[in-house]
């Protein structure tokens, strides 16, 4: 069984930051992919930064410049510092881990962000 376990979501204002943690415990496996996505009320989930094994990472233009992912692979722990936030990046956050060649995906449960202007 895999648990992804996310935490570090909360209310902050405009132009602050918060730092998202998500660690990965049960079975043992090789993470190909882990990644951070977000869903707003009536909006569909959508991808926020992705980082691979190797540690490419990929981040849509919206956050590009204010969002930083990275992981421990020791610690089998994806983070996301996530700086200048906007109104507009008020959602809840899923944590998401890929393995398989990223055939198989395991989400955490999700932890809100709210951005207040």
């Known amino acids: 069984q895999v648990q992804l376990v996310e935490s570090g979501g909360g209310l902050v204002q405009a132009g602050g930051s918060l730092r998202l943690s998500c660690a990965v415990s049960?079975?043992?496996?090789?993470?190909?992919?882990m990644g951070w996505y977000h869903q707003a009320p009536g909006k569909q989930r959508a991808l926020v930064a992705s980082?691979?094994?190797?540690?490419?990472?990929s981040y849509p233009d919206s956050v590009k410049g204010r969002f930083t992912i990275s992981m421990d692979n020791a610690k089998r722990t994806v983070y996301l510092q996530m700086n200048n936030l906007k109104p507009e990046d008020t959602a809840v956050y899923y944590c998401?881990?890929?393995?398989?060649?990223?055939?198989?995906?395991?989400w955490g449960q999700g932890t809100q962000v709210t951005v207040s202007s």
């Open positions: 998401n881990v890929k393995r398989n060649f990223n055939t198989i995906s395991y």
């Open positions: 049960g079975t043992a496996f090789a993470i190909n992919t």
């Open positions: 980082i691979t094994s190797g540690g490419t990472t």
